[in-house]
């Protein structure tokens, strides 16, 4: 069997923020694994490297730009960057994001503002800068990673919840604004996940009761690997994804309808 | 750069009710294009036996039954026959769908059995089959239900199609919950506005400006533009997303 067009990134150029780890790591790796370039932007240069590894040794070009994505100002610098190693940027995925694990009344300015500034405020920045390098080639695909924790509500991370709410919202709102320019926006709802974020609930004795109940209500009964997002990343951002926009897909072993 | 294996369907059976027309034949052949082997259930005969050729000519099994999955006492029968000629079914398709334009008071009590009939019942049962089928093999399976913007939104005229299709929806949802187990994964998509046969009435008039008003892309989706939807649903790369109800739409639910 040939390579299925309708899944195929050859010659694209994707950036994948916080794309060093978890489910960011997966889905770079898979985006290059369909054939395009690929940037990660993240803070940590270490895993950075490794990661570039990695991206490399799949084969089409690659570069990693050590970035905390929460200021603003390195933010179109590090994507003329991705433009100058790479070429235009056909690929947006918002994907950096995390949770402070406190109850609303206990949540300081401080950490009401860095969930916000980089789950929420970095994503519609970055939007921003890329859609305007997209709209003259009149293509492009920008991928939220958002969270089912976005349609919930819960009081262990609320502001992360509240973060990807807006986030779902921002998907619409560029959707409907960047339809008339061919670009589509969607979002990748993980539920439950096998990452380091998810480190706490998987095992800290503290949230035994909360993890036990996530397994029961989840009809797959599991959490998922982050390997297990990369079909949809691909769909969402490929040619086969042509009349989806706005769209909210919940990769969750059925979590959010049961 | 080949595209990773996870959206190949290479040694897999798919049965697409309505197959031979609009956004059935798209997916039937979509299915195809990714390897999978295709029975087509649907009343039209000429319009099977089109489509079957249209499908070997992709290089992969293919089989036509005429079946009008209203009548009941057919339809195990007919999942019989494609298994026994491709193999046991590992993706179904429920596509076929009518849609009777009468107002809520004149709908008929035949307009709404039938209705009902075509939309979901049949739906239901179809499932149900083939549910007990992957089950039989413990090698898991796929569902597809192809629900519509009428399951989500009202409007006039449609009573019986958006009841049915707002009971397909959670259909979909209580089969996902309880196929999970068993590795069978049941989803459905919502197409929006695409140029079949079925919307030609919708293709011209002040409700086309409409509908092009509305819909964010600007423009009447392509049945081939269905295909990629329902290769990731049927394919290795949707194995955790169960219940999910998939726009593809160009945005007109979200404005």
Redesign the interface.
Known sequence: ??????????GKTAIVTGGNTGIGRAIAL?LA???ASVAILARNQERNRATLAELKAI??KAIAIGLDISQRAKLKPAVDQVERDLGPVDILVNNAGFAVLKPLMEHREEDWDSVLETNLTAAFMLSQIVARSMIPRRAGKILNVTSIGGFKGTPIYPSYGVSKGGMLQLT?CL??EL??HNIQANSLAP?WTTTDMTDWIRNDPKYAAAKEQMVART???RF?DAD?????A??LV??????????D??????F??? | ????K???L?GRVAVVTGGNGGIGRAIAM?LA???AAIAILARNEEKNHATVEALKKLGVRAAAIKLDVTDRSALAPAMAEAERALGPIDILVNNAGISIQRSSLKHTAEDWDRVLETNLHSCFFLSQIAARSMAARGAGGKIINIASEYARFGGGGVVSYAAAKGGLVQMT?TM??EF??RNIQVNAIVP?WIKTDMTVPAQSGPFYQEILTR????RF??PE?????A??LA??????????I??????F???
């Open positions: 069997m040939n390579a299925n067009p309708l899944f195929d990134l050859t898979g694994r369909a054939g084969g089409p619409r959707a409907v339809a008339p539920g009809p797959a009964a998922a297990e997002m990369v079909g949809a691909l769909f490929s040619p086969a994804s042509s009349f989806v926009t706005g769209a897909l919940i990769v969750d072993g059925g959010f309808i049961a | 750069m080949a595209a990773p996870m959206f190949d290479e979509g294009q990714a390897g949802k996902a919950i999970a187990p929006g819909t964010p892309a600007g989706g392509e533009e269905m295909a990629g939807t290769i990731y394919s290795h790369a949707s194995d955790f997303v169960t219940g999910a998939v726009y593809a739409d160009g945005g639910a979200i404005r």
